[in-house]
C-alpha cells in the first residue's frame, strides 16, 4: 500500500531548525492535549547554544527533530534512532469514537503552546514539500514497548493536487492534519501513526526525509473489516521512483 504520489526515497541533509515533530492528537476538534498519549523524542538541554536563536531563546536546548531517511530501520515506524524517544512512554491512551473527525498536529519543536508565529519554520520549512499520511495499527496495547511486526493499513493520505502538497496544507492550517477515523475498523487500542515527507533533496538515496509519530488510542464503537496491511519497514524501499 505505497503511496499513489510518486515518492524518491532518496538524500539529503538540511537545516536542524527545518525539521518537525509530531505532537498533538485532535478528536471531534479537541485538543487532547500536549504529548497527550504521543511517543515523541527527548531534548538535550544546554548543547544548543549559537545555533538556532528560537531553541535557545526559549531555553530548548537540542532539539531532536530530525528526519528519518533509511527505509530499512524499525526508526521508519514511530520514530527513534537520531531522535531518541522519552523513555518510558506515556501511560495516556486516546479514546476516539470510530468515524470521529480527527486530526494531528505538527509542530516545528516541543511547543506546549502549540503553534508559534514568531518562528518561520512552524510547523515545518514551507520548502519541505511532500505528502502527509495517517496509518493505524490493531495491537493488544497501545501501552507496549515493541512496535515492530505489526500490520500498518493507511487511513489518509494529502499529497500533491496539481498545485500544491499536503505540506502546504499543513502549514497553512499552522500544522493541523484533519482526516476521518473509519468507521468499519473494529474496537480496540491502536497506534496511530503519522508521517510527513519532504522531497525537497531527493535526488539519490538516501533522501527523503521521513517524519514519523506514533501516539496511543482505543477506538470505541467500532465494526468488523480487517483493513489490508503492510509492513514497517518494508512499505518502501530506496529504490522506489
Not at 527545518?18 to 471531534?28: E, M, S
Not at 531555553?59 to 530530525?66: H, R
Not at 486516546?94 to 509542530?107: H, L, R, S
Amino acid at each position: 500500500m505505497k503511496s499513489q504520489i510518486a515518492v524518491s526515497v532518496l538524500a539529503c541533509t538540511s537545516a536542524a531548525f527545518a525539521h518537525t515533530i509530531f505532537q498533538r492528537v485532535h478528536v471531534n476538534g479537541v485538543d487532547q492535549g500536549y504529548l497527550k498519549g504521543v511517543r515523541h523524542p527527548t531534548v538535550r538541554h544546554g548543547l544548543a547554544r549559537g545555533w538556532y536563536h528560537f531553541w535557545t531563546d526559549n531555553n530548548l536546548g537540542m532539539q531532536y527533530n530530525g528526519p528519518i531517511t533509511d527505509v530499512t530501520s524499525n526508526d521508519i515506524i514511530c520514530n527513534g534512532g537520531p531522535n531518541p524517544l522519552v523513555t518510558p512512554y506515556p501511560t495516556d491512551i486516546i479514546d476516539i469514537p470510530a468515524g470521529a473527525k480527527a486530526a494531528i498536529q505538527y509542530n516545528n519543536v516541543l511547543q506546549p503552546n502549540g503553534y508559534d508565529p514568531t518562528n518561520s519554520a512552524d510547523p515545518v520549512d514551507p520548502t519541505h514539500k511532500g505528502p502527509v499520511m495517517i496509518y493505524m495499527a490493531k495491537v493488544p496495547s497501545a501501552l507496549q514497548t515493541d512496535v515492530t511486526g505489526l500490520g500498518w493499513f493507511k487511513v489518509f493520505e494529502d499529497g500533491y493536487d496539481g498545485t500544491n502538497w499536503g505540506v502546504d496544507r499543513m502549514v497553512v492550517n499552522h500544522g493541523v492534519v484533519n482526516f476521518t477515523i473509519p468507521s468499519c475498523i473494529p474496537s480496540g487500542n491502536y497506534f496511530l501513526r503519522a508521517e510527513m515527507i519532504a522531497l525537497h533533496g531527493a535526488s539519490s538515496y538516501p533522501g527523503a526525509q521521513f517524519y514519523p509519530g506514533c501516539a496511543q488510542v482505543n477506538i470505541v464503537g467500532g465494526g468488523s473489516t480487517q483493513p489490508a496491511t503492510v509492513s514497517l519497514p518494508g512499505a518502501y524501499k530506496g529504490t522506489d521512483p
